[in-house]
């Protein structure tokens, strides 16, 4: 199970993560494979190391942790929407972070 930052808890699917991967890479060079290369990753971190529940920060830290190597565009776009910025400084500092 996922436990989202409301509370609430849902079976975890692989399919949410390529399609968030897929939004962020968007006219990008990356490729699927490496796309679906980091949802498997993520796969089998959660089934290797979470018996039961694992939180969705701790899925959405690892795939920026990836996207920030692979592509600092994607992982700008991944960020803003994971990290919900309401202050533009706070994205601008985000965004120095990987200059």
């Known amino acids: 199970m996922v436990v989202k930052k409301n509370g609430l808890k849902e079976t975890y699917n692989e399919s949410k993560i390529l399609r968030s991967l897929a939004v962020a890479c968007s006219k ?26 694992i939180s969705s920060t701790a899925i959405g830290e690892h795939i920026m ?17 994971y990290k919900d910025f309401t202050d533009p400084k706070l994205f601008a500092e985000e965004v120095d972070k990987i200059s």
């Open 65 to 81: 942790e990836r996207l920030r190597k692979l592509d600092k565009v994607a992982y700008v776009r991944f960020a803003s929407v």
């Open 28 to 53: 990008r060079p990356v490729s699927s494979e490496q796309m679906n290369s980091i949802a498997t990753e993520i796969t089998d971190m959660v089934k290797n190391n979470f018996k039961r529940e």
